[in-house]
DNA sequence: GTCTATACCGTGATAGAC
DNA sequence: GTCTATCACGGTATAGAC
């Protein structure tokens, strides 16, 4: 903690953790050094261990500063919608939508950093750091599981697997939407841009909101 | 070319490259040193260098031995359903199951390498591979191009970004299927397990068929 | 053309002075 | 809390043996 008379500027850690998220970003985790954080953040290298003791830990620490910030988000956005002791119960078009909006929203509306980390969770989701850091899909298990029962809810006649499923697929066309790795620029010759995130937002949601109720009353064969 | 009277051992290159796929999916591309490839397959360190002159370009190496393969069953597949010369027109679950169903035979079936090559093309797709490797996606455009041609003629009413994000979902969610990080059997509290590809497969057809349809005849709101 | 030996520079991490 | 010095290991380049 520094005194409150010195020189106006952001502790050392947040700089670092500011630095980091946007590197990891835009070059990948093993894309971006310590040397390269610390420059830019104007602090020496070794700070960064000091802080955060191993450059593992310091994007678990990038993650941890959002998670819990989005992950309130999403959980009030369902409570709009689903609280059973009222007997409010969500169509499944109003769930998907509670769980996509919040992050678009900050995505959409350049709140800083929020980017940065839409497009880091996609890049660490898939295990492309590392074998992955299996402390980071934590951070979302209790969303995942309120969710599910607000799911389970909306279509009665589903077993629990295919709503796992489905909700596991969800996550993973929110993930492929913010990697834009310009896989979806090139394949639209140019017509649609990966960071039209709105555009593929209004798509998204009728897309994963027919898949689940084909899973809740599954078709023949 | 070896000569024919040499000992039985398949070639350098050959060996490097089957170790280096298992790897890279066990560990993802960082976390596998060309030390750690050349040791398990028993060759000196810069054989590698000189058969694939850099890392990246051994990666790239690993993606096209397969992604020939897969791609020319997969266009098999397609011919098998869709044939507008001949006026046969597939309905969107065929084309969704021409699709996946070749890669999954050859996972399912644990044809050699190829859960190892499913996995890895998962990992690379969402640019876990430092910012992503730009050669790779260029590897499945034909496949692509004639697929939206045929899911075009399945669904005559729906325009064209909604058909290229429809296909964008099916290519991110087979490769959610396919990272198999563990997270859906954590998910699930074991329940699932992210090796079922079959039983996953189950639900990814309708999943991706009913999302397709739903974009072909949009929803009011 | 195929392979071996060695060296170079950047990396994450650590120890200890201030 | 911050900085300097140092370490072992990473990918890569080269020179030369066969």
Redesign the pocket.
């Given at each position: 903690?520094?005194s409150p008379r010195e020189a106006p500027r952001r502790?050392?850690?947040t700089v670092i953790l500011d630095v980091a998220e946007r590197l990891f970003a835009e070059h990948g985790f093993?894309g971006?050094?310590?040397?390269?954080?610390?420059g830019e953040a104007g602090?020496?290298?070794?700070?960064?261990?000091?802080?955060?003791?191993?450059?593992?830990?310091?994007l678990l620490a990038v993650f941890e500063r959002r998670a819990g910030i989005i992950g309130t988000l999403r959980l009030d956005a369902l409570a709009a919608v689903y609280d059973p002791a009222a007997g409010k119960v969500a169509s499944v078009e109003e769930l998907v939508r509670a769980f996509l909006v919040p992050l678009l929203e900050l995505v959409a509306g350049d709140v800083p950093g929020w980017r940065s980390y839409a497009r880091l969770v996609a890049l660490v989701a898939h295990g492309g750091v590392g074998v992955s850091h299996p402390q980071v899909p934590l951070l979302y298990d209790d969303v995942a599981r309120k969710y599910l029962e607000a799911f389970a809810a909306a279509l009665p006649g589903a077993d629990r697997d295919a709503l796992d499923l489905a909700y596991y697929f969800l996550v993973g066309a929110m993930l492929t939407t913010y990697a834009q790795g310009g896989r979806l620029t090139a394949l639209t010759a140019g017509r649609l841009n990966s960071d039209d995130f709105s555009r593929i937002h209004d798509h998204l949601v009728p897309f994963v909101s027919a898949g689940f109720r084909a899973l809740g009353a599954p078709r023949s064969k």
């Open positions: 903690m520094s502790e050392t850690a093993d971006v050094s310590l040397r390269d954080i610390t602090v020496a290298l070794n700070l960064v261990t000091y802080h955060f003791k191993t450059k593992d830990n310091l």
